[in-house]
């Protein structure tokens, strides 16, 4: 894979050429067989594949408490050795409620943001996007059936259930699976108190959360409604599993043939002409450099560049924002000057919208104007209790890196990481279908559940989550939701910042979409309001009692969504489509040997949860499976 870290690295990927292309040339000498720019959900699992094929690829290597320890994933948001701290404009300017810089964070290390992500595993929801594609495309492997039992099957090691019971699951693969750590209480009773216990049974309610899913990832649960245990990539020693641990397993076992470029920056992707067409040929790359977002970013600064080739192609995996390249920029030479030294680094090749690249003096070379538009994300917003006691789960847990500050993790390291802090992102999840949607739609809304105060993503808010041990939340996501934003250019410099704009509720469906959160809202609050749980409940603190007409609940939620899980920005689509940017396999079109693989790739952001569906999406038809680049 060549370097690449990180899924961050390429704020840049296409950049627009300054002159002409060169002419192609052999690539028999090229250093590597691909190029995989991005270490995370899908260059990560792709890269694997590719070295075990016996091809050679290219990722700050971060492997701590936050990244590995579940009930940590909130400690990592800020953590200065992988953080990327992205802002975005909710809505457009001049709608009457305004919320600008909004914090958005992700990871820029081995793993991407799979390392710092609430490891929730549900593929519930997902069969509109999979068979969607496959209608599109003509193409049955798409379809949410073999994508469950070829692709599911391949990556996952499920823990939890009997292979002979289980056909749609996957019990050898590389990705660990499990639910509920509930041996923490079997292992120490004295956690099992009377508060946690009324929380994990009471939303179970089948008059208000329906029937109970047992399983929320078989194919027959895909458009069930109902209540289900979260399944989560854990492994049995309660250690975060993710695609870190898949790459670092493949270096060990094939050395040679996975090679990782670390902490490393592409700046654009070198194209070539061959016989009329544009021809990705390798990468360039700033070792050492850092995107405008990171905690270790000190400033714009003349990039010490160099060029990378790869034999077969390359393949983009630097994410939603970063991956939106093919938008990318000149250098301003009278800015830059000591970067004349080597000019011909600076004719970056562009691929993007004529519009938007030629604000920034930057000739296109291949027009396409869906590039970094179509930015999607799940609506998410959270309701808030505070209980009137602490759990005893939590009992002194500070979330600390010291085991000689915080006793939880000194009982942690000495007890088999029987403790709180094997818990994850949610507990129960309630999926239920929206009154507003049409009666052939599947459920559109999922309520995860955890034991904390979680108000959404804000800077501060991983303290403000270890702060408080008697918190109850409910979030309500919408899957499927009609907002589509964008992600622009500011400038022509690889470490400039971009411009994100979610545009949240401004499309066709906005109303429906808030209408659907409401009714999520009402809901929860009306489990709270039941036996077992209501006799922990000191208050509402979120809306609040105040908030009770739908106009006042529906201004809540136009203050407080949220996301987590943006998307689309380099979407695939049929020939019909005009702002499809790839094909049916990832390739960018009109461009030759340049794939973009990542959350990036998606037409609607898929199901409830993205990661697991990412994976799967990595491992289908991408190489191994063309003949003509294995032949190639």
């Given at each position: ?7 961050w690295v ?11 292309l ?22 990560g699992p ?9 091809y050679s ?14 009930a940590?994933?909130?400690?990592s ?5 992988i953080?990327?701290n992205?802002?975005y404009?909710e809505y457009?300017?001049?709608?009457f409620v ?7 964070p ?26 969607g ?5 003509n ?8 994508m469950?039992?070829?692709y599911?099957?391949?990556i996952e ?11 749609d ?6 990705l ?14 004295f956690?099992?108190?009377p508060?946690?216990s009324a ?6 309610d089948?008059?208000?959360a329906?029937?109970?899913i047992?399983?929320?990832n078989s ?14 990539t854990?492994d ?6 993710s ?18 470029s ?22 360039q ?18 990039l ?7 034999r ?17 920029r000149?250098?301003d030479?009278?800015?830059y000057p ?15 919208d004529?519009a ?9 070379i ?16 959270a ?7 602490n759990y ?14 915080d ?15 094997a818990?994850?992102g ?5 999926i ?18 955890d034991p904390?105060?979680f ?16 918190g109850?939340t409910?979030v309500v996501?919408?899957g ?20 994100i704009?979610?545009?949240h ?5 906005g109303?429906a979409d ?12 009306e ?9 922990f409940?000191?208050?509402?603190i979120?809306?609040g009692?105040?908030?009770i ?13 949220f996301?987590?899980?943006a ?17 049916g ?15 990036s ?7 409830f949860?993205v ?9 289908l038809?991408?190489?191994l499976?063309?003949?003509s680049?294995?032949d190639?």
């Open positions: 894979m060549l370097s690449a870290l990180t899924i390429l704020y840049l990927i296409i950049s627009v050429a300054c002159a002409e060169p002419a192609c040339t052999d690539t028999a000498n090229a250093d590597y067989d691909f190029i995989v720019v991005g270490a995370g959900a899908g260059g792709l890269a694997a594949r590719l070295a075990e094929a016996g690829d290219a990722g700050h290597d971060t492997v701590n408490y936050n990244t590995t320890i579940p940590y994933f909130i400690r948001l800020e953590d200065p050795q953080d990327l992205y802002t404009q457009p300017t001049g709608f305004t919320r600008d810089n909004q914090w958005y992700r990871a820029r290390a081995l793993g991407g943001s799979t390392i710092h992500n609430a490891m929730v595993n549900i593929i519930s929801g997902t069969r509109q996007d999979f068979d594609l496959a209608t599109a495309f193409d049955s492997t798409w379809s949410r059936d073999n469950q039992l070829t599911f099957r391949r090691d499920n823990l939890y259930l009997v292979p002979l019971l289980s056909p699951h996957g019990f050898h693969g590389w660990k699976t499990s639910l509920l750590p509930f041996d923490v209480f079997s292992a120490n009773p956690f099992l108190d508060q946690i929380l994990a049974t009471s939303q179970w089948p008059l208000v329906g029937p109970p047992l399983d929320l194919l027959s649960a895909d458009s069930a409604v109902g209540v289900g245990s979260t399944s989560f854990i049995g020693q309660h250690v975060r599993s695609v870190r641990d898949r790459l670092a397993a493949v270096q060990q076992s094939l050395p040679g043939q996975l090679h990782l670390l902490d490393t920056l592409a700046t654009k992707i070198l194209l070539c002409n061959s016989s009329s067409t544009v021809t990705a040929y390798g990468v790359i700033a070792p050492g450099a850092a995107l405008p977002v990171a905690s270790n970013f000190k400033g714009k600064v003349a010490d560049m160099r060029n990378v080739t790869a077969h192609e390359v393949i983009v995996s630097a994410g939603v924002f970063q991956s939106p390249q093919l938008v990318s000149c250098y030479l009278a800015l000591s970067l004349t030294k080597n000019k011909s680094q600076l004719m970056l090749s562009g691929i993007g004529e938007q690249l030629s604000q920034f003096g930057i000739e296109a291949v027009h396409l104007p869906g590039v970094g538009t179509n930015l999607q994300d799940h609506d998410e917003v309701v808030n209790w505070l209980l009137k006691d005893t789960l939590f009992d002194g847990c500070k979330w600390l890196s010291d085991r000689t500050d006793p939880c993790l000194e009982y942690w390291l000495t007890h088999n990481h029987e403790n709180g802090y818990f994850a949610a507990m129960n999840s309630v239920t279908k929206s009154s507003s949607s049409p009666p052939e739609a599947a459920p559109d809304v999922l309520t995860y559940w904390v105060i108000r959404g993503f804000f800077r501060g808010v991983p303290q403000e989550v270890v702060d408080n041990h008697k109850l409910a996501l919408k499927h939701p009609s907002s589509k934003g964008t992600v622009k250019l500011t400038g022509s410099h690889p470490q400039d910042p971009l411009d704009q979610k545009l509720f401004q499309a066709p469906g109303s808030i209408a659907a959160i409401r009714e999520g809202i009402k809901r929860a609050r489990l709270v309001s039941l036996l077992p749980i209501s006799p409940v000191q208050e509402e979120a809306p009692p105040t908030v007409t739908d106009d006042q609940i529906d201004n809540y939620i136009y203050n407080h969504v996301g987590h899980h998307c689309c920005t380099n979407a695939i689509g049929p020939d019909t489509d005009p702002n499809a940017v790839l094909d396999n990832f390739n960018v079109r009109g461009v030759k040997n340049l794939r973009v693989v990542d959350l790739s998606w037409p609607n952001v898929p199901g949860f990661t697991t569906p990412t994976y799967m999406a990595s491992n038809k991408l190489i499976d063309d003949s680049v294995i190639g």
